[in-house]
């Protein structure tokens, strides 16, 4: 039982990073297995997932120590117009987090861009709980 929920971490955890990988299907799968408790499942995916994103905004804050790099992968122009986009939409752009493609990216950025964790923290898991909370009702609503 144990096994289950840390294996629904592990795939949210890595799902959130940089990695090409997806928990939805494993979440959705658990939800219509019945046997695991459906709050208990949406809080592991949401944590794993949370904390996975963590990962990507500390890697942000280490990636600005290495801007003046020739090896950086952005020039300081780049950089710089980055860090105007997302001053314009600001840190409600992490409501964004969720999506994929530009989730994960985006919270590298918010890490470059000295987003403080408080307010990261709290809407990113927003954004990642309501996700999952969206998953679950829509995969439990179409059983019942």
């Known amino acids: 039982m144990i096994g289950v929920y840390f294996g629904l971490f592990l795939a949210a955890f890595g799902a959130a990073t940089?990695?090409?990988l997806q928990s939805?299907?494993?979440l959705a799968g658990l939800l219509l297995n019945g046997q695991w408790s459906v709050p208990g499942l949406w809080l592991v995916a949401t944590l794993g997932n949370v904390l996975g994103s963590?990962?990507?905004w500390w890697l942000g804050q280490r990636?600005?120590?290495?801007?003046?790099?020739?090896?950086f992968p952005v020039?300081?122009?780049?950089?710089?117009r980055a860090r105007v986009h997302y001053q314009?939409?600001?840190?409600?752009?992490?409501l964004l987090s969720w999506l994929?493609?530009?989730?994960d990216p985006l919270t590298l950025v918010a890490g470059v861009m000295g987003e403080p964790l408080k307010r990261f923290l709290l809407i990113v898991?927003?954004?990642k709980g309501a996700r999952y909370a969206v998953l679950a009702w829509l995969t439990l609503g179409w059983i019942a």
């Open 18 to 20: 940089l990695l090409p």
């Open 24 to 26: 939805e299907a494993l």
């Open 54 to 56: 963590l990962v990507n």
């Open 63 to 71: 990636l600005e120590h290495y801007k003046d790099r020739r090896w």
């Open 75 to 80: 020039g300081p122009r780049h950089l710089q």
């Open 88 to 94: 314009r939409y600001g840190h409600w752009s992490l």
């Open 100 to 103: 994929p493609l530009i989730g």
């Open 125 to 127: 898991s927003l954004a």
